[in-house]
DNA sequence: TCCTCATTGCCTAGGTAGTC
DNA sequence: GACTACCTAGGCAATGAGGA
């Protein structure tokens, strides 16, 4: 009975309180969850924009490393096709260093060999020679390399690679410096940078041959650099001007002939710290590194005349000759069908071998392989984007690192 | 059910050696 | 020099497995 009229008291007095209570209540939850909806909309919204910008980043950065992977192979073609005819221009320009072997050699410790860690060319597969590529182009954005692209004439070619061999010596012997301190700061002592270790002694032993010839005094022409070839002067470092005699090498140096002019140039000591006034391509000769990155062996001994048509590389005839297949639909398609048709042929023979086919061992093994191809291609893209050359956006960094 | 990641197979690019 | 054959690595799409 109590209870009953409890109720009936709770619903007429308090009825209308608690309704309304709850009403309150449940507006305020709804509220809340269209606030908190709308703002999960909005976060999403932000999200989503962030992603677009982050995805047009990435398109930018991959578009700059191509063009850059394409520029660095012309740029590395060029340089490799015009490198060794351009050391040789500079045999004159070793009259001018002789002075400063002397100096040297004359030194009570005469020209401390330079530990000089050269960059070793890339040997291995082609996606790392092309990372390589790209990196050290990045490391040379500062320096605005100029394009190689528009080369065409003889002279102008000549001109490019001297710029270009001015940027790889610099860089170059910034990483001399920075590995070895005193090296770096003594000018002089830098001045013996990295000669001793260039391996092709025949590069090496110009002042040497300089020293040979100043002594003899006989021979009086040119055989190399026809006088329509001028030689870019430019203000010499002397850092990186290196003489070092080493008699062991001596017998097996192939002799150059010298202009008289040229072996009548002072060979007066320079005084310390002066800069010696020697072409920028004969500094190129000496910089540490150069002749290791690049093979030049070959062409000692050629006839200078055929110098301005170097021969070309395998790999380069062969790409000028796919490119000229590629050019035509017909054999591209034609060389494609080809390739299909051995891939068929080689899983038929069993040459190619599919997974199933394998024993366990191999399974696993080219399982392995697979991983870490995949791992090789995720760091390697990671990697690229990691260094843009123009956008470092970190927070996009932070977010793509794996 | 959707999404993400790994696996797999196929294809292509590019280097090298050899042949014509 | 042009071309072919072979090889290796990388790209890409299809597929499967597992988790949210």
Redesign the pocket.
Known sequence: MDVNLTISLMRGQMGAVIEKAVNIAVETVLGEMIRVVGLKFEEIKREMTAKEKENENIRRMLETSRCQMKTM?KYISVLSAEEPRHRLYQGDGDMATTSTGMHCRRGPNPCPRPRVSEPTPVA???????QMHISKETLRSDSHIPEQDTEETHASTIHKVVNSSSHLMDSQALLSETIDPIWGQNPLASAETGHTDMPDSSVLSAPMMADECMSSQTTSTLTFGAPSLKIKQEEAEVEIVCVKDEPAEAGSIPRFEYSTAELHQPAGEPELGVSLDLPASFQALQSPGTSADLAIPAFIGVDPTTYT?M????????????????ADPA??E???????E??????ETG????????GEKA?RW??K??????????R??FKLIATPPDNPEPSLMVLLQP
């Open positions: 192979r291995g597969p082609s996606w790392l020679r092309q048509v021969a070309k590389t395998a790999a380069e005839k062969q790409r000028e000759y796919r490119a000229r297949r590629d054999r591209r034609k060389y494609l069908r080809s390739e299909r051995r891939w068929r042929r080689d899983v040459k190619k071998k599919r997974i199933g086919d394998l399974q080219r399982r392989q697979w991983r870490d191809a995949k791992e090789r291609q995720k390697s893209f």
